[in-house]
């Protein structure tokens, strides 16, 4: 994907506008522990998903309205992969209910009720019975159970036998690392959410230099924002450059 692709995030015609006045350094980038300093608005509606070959499955069986075996689903990918954003849009076509796997409510919903329940690798062993019961009330009514984690259901820990017979007997579709066209539109889609205009080729260069990734491109963006912020310019070739090169050289 090229920026003439990618006009709508990278166009030259972006103005130049005043952004928040915070002033922070720049950090090096680190995968693993995204600096996020404000709650920034993210756009998580269907046309914000950017469908690729590495998304394509999940995103085909999540909003794509195909039959989940048995009327249960294992959405599983690493963080910042998409999981929420699938949800939020299941959410919007199906009117399902979303719950924390953290803290998890014993109350059964509607039969026939459509039910998310995020992030399974955190399930409280207190909560296994709740999301058993949870789990059979919703197969019986002709309901819909979509589970998210960061691993596949063998991995979550269960306890409790029959509820991990049932979770290990659920259909996974998987998230993949990011394609090249998938990770210059997250790239893209980092900038956008943060109010961010990058000079031309800006997105282009940041993609053959981080690791193929989510969550490094959430982190490269970050990066960027905190230099541009400190320097008061735009995300220039130069800018990407000298924070990449700062990131790669740092212990």
């Not at 509606?45 to 048995?70: K, T």
């Not at 699938?86 to 803290?103: K, T, Y």
């Not at 959430?218 to 924070?243: C, H, K, N, P, T």
């Amino acid at each position: 994907m090229n920026d003439e692709q990618l006009s709508l995030f990278a166009g030259e015609d972006w103005p130049e506008k005043p952004r928040r006045t915070t002033r922070t350094t720049a950090p090096a980038i680190d995968a693993e522990q995204l600096p996020f300093d404000w709650d920034l608005p993210v756009a998580l509606g269907p046309e914000d998903f950017f469908v690729s070959d590495s998304n394509m499955d999940a995103h085909a069986m999540v909003a794509g309205g195909l039959r989940w075996p048995e009327g249960k689903l294992a959405l599983v990918g690493p963080e910042g992969s998409g999981k929420t954003h699938l949800v939020r849009i299941w959410q919007g076509l199906a009117g399902a209910e979303r719950r924390d796997a953290r803290e998890l409510s014993p109350d059964l919903p509607a039969p026939g009720s459509m039910v998310a329940v995020e992030d399974l690798e955190a399930l409280p062993r207190e909560s296994e019975t709740a999301l058993f019961h949870l789990h059979n009330h919703l197969l019986a009514t002709g309901g819909r159970l979509l589970l998210t984690s960061d691993r596949p259901p063998a991995r979550w820990g269960v306890r409790l036998p029959d509820l991990a017979s049932r979770m290990q007997a659920t259909t996974v579709v998987r998230l993949e690392p990011p394609d090249d066209m998938l990770l210059e539109a997250l790239i893209a889609k980092q900038f956008a959410d943060r109010q961010l205009f990058p000079a031309p080729g800006v997105l282009a260069f940041v993609a053959r230099r981080i690791e193929r990734s989510h969550a490094a491109a959430a982190a490269a963006v970050a990066a960027l924002d905190r230099a541009s912020l400190s320097e008061g310019r735009r995300v220039s070739l130069a800018l990407a450059r000298r924070v990449l090169d700062s990131a790669d050289s740092a212990p």
